[in-house]
């Protein structure tokens, strides 16, 4: 998830799927970060203490926050250095619902049933969507990012490219401290601020944490995931989820279909099936209420009918791809198929087997991708290099089918 969108949302799924390594692509745990003297820094924070006073943070909350917090250049490394490059719907939906992240959840779903079956009692959100952003925000809690975050904010809001941003979160985050949710030593996440097992920013947490263990805290940095999935069903409920609503289903469309396409063109399921719309096993979609049909790899990729537990998802994250994700990787937890719609080969012509089978090659061959999925990340993209260089072709890393000829 990239800080970009986090404004209107949560999380950081979009960088777990952007910052990818090779074949497998998840976030990667952050290196250790140690505060670096920066007088520039020191100055603004002097400035910055008074404006939070004035806001009603304590003298005592401030000098708690601070003690040992300080300028982190990797954080603003890393902010100036996003990549803004698009995924793929095909490669996202390898990486978000593949089979690994799947059978993880499965597992999870299985150790944390109670627990998740109260909270869909309480807030009405089935426990497998909860699962899921589990699952995409931060691996089930493996991911849940270890940079002190008022070091991380502050840097942020003194150096970054949207200091007044970062700054209210800086706020916001003191407020939890002050409220005695967590102790600043405790207070840790990602580089950009992001929080606990389903990666809330400081005022998303103000505003939708829950303190469903009943011990007067609302605790999401935990090893107990309990708050925080609570916390996830509390946003989405909050947001106007619908109880047995899918997010969306994925159909068929009849030849020669020419829409109306996209969400803001809403039909009743009878109309889409009068159409000729049906679901992949040719049956028509039962009413769940207002559809509208999406196609979001174009008209040779798989086509979705989706309900308002769609635009539900995108206040948790304003992406097409990430609501997909969520709403398949919470589907393929409790035993749906994968996607069975086709999509179309990549601009070097190769389809998501092609670069499956490259990097099975590429590795067996000496040049480690780092996995097998389809995805072509900086590891992949290194392997690719190394061969070819190896074989005396221009290091391009780029994937191509001659390529992989050359390697049958």
């Not at 967590?182 to 947490?205: K, L, N």
């Not at 393929?332 to 086709?342: E, F, S």
């Amino acid at each position: 998830m990239r800080i970009s969108r986090r404004a209107v949302g949560l999380g950081m799924a979009a960088t777990l799927l952007t910052a990818c390594s090779g074949g497998s692509v998840t976030q990667t745990a952050s290196s250790p970060m140690r505060p670096v003297p920066n007088a520039g820094y020191d100055a603004w924070v002097a400035g910055f203490k008074s404006r939070a006073a004035a806001q009603g943070i304590s003298q005592a909350t401030i000098d708690r926050a601070f003690r040992g917090a300080g300028y982190l250049p990797d954080v603003i490394e890393r902010d100036r250095n996003q990549t803004e490059f698009k995924r793929s719907l095909e490669d996202y939906l390898a990486i978000a619902a593949s089979d690994d992240r799947v059978s993880a959840g499965k597992a999870k779903l299985r150790q944390y049933n109670n627990t998740l079956g109260q909270i869909e009692s309480r807030y009405g959100v089935e426990k497998e969507v909860v699962t899921a952003i589990w699952g995409l925000e931060s691996r089930y809690g493996e991911r849940r990012g270890d940079i002190q975050v008022v070091s991380a904010l502050s840097t942020l809001a003194y150096d970054g490219r949207r200091g007044a941003f970062f700054e209210s979160q800086l706020i916001a985050a003191l407020k939890i401290l002050q409220n005695g949710d967590v102790t600043p030593d405790r207070m840790t996440g990602s580089w950009a601020g992001a929080m606990g097992h389903t990666q809330f920013i400081p005022t998303s947490y103000q505003a939708y944490a829950v303190d469903f263990g009943g011990d007067g805290k609302r605790d999401i940095w935990s090893d107990d995931p309990t708050d925080a999935l609570a916390s996830a069903a509390a946003y989405l409920a909050k947001s106007g989820w619908t109880r047995g609503q899918p997010w969306g289903v994925e159909v068929r469309l009849p030849p020669g279909f020419s829409g109306p396409f996209g969400r803001g063109s809403t039909r009743s399921p009878s109309q889409w099936a009068a159409m000729g719309v049906r679901d992949m096993d040719g049956r028509a979609v039962p009413d769940y209420g207002p559809a509208s049909i999406i196609i979001p790899a174009g008209a040779n990729g798989p086509a979705f009918m989706t309900f308002r537990n769609f635009a539900v998802i995108t206040r948790y994250n304003n992406s097409e791809s990430y609501v997909i994700g969520i709403g398949h990787l919470s589907d393929r937890i409790v035993g749906g198929p994968p996607i069975r719609g086709g999509f179309p080969p990549d601009a070097n012509g190769m389809t998501l087997d092609d670069r499956k089978e490259l990097q099975r090659r590429l590795t067996a061959a000496g040049f480690d991708t780092d996995g097998a999925d389809g995805v072509i990340g900086s590891k992949s993209e290194a392997a690719i290099s190394a061969y070819q260089r190896s074989v005396g072709l221009p290091a391009t890393g780029q994937p191509t089918l001659d390529l992989l000829n050359r390697l049958r």
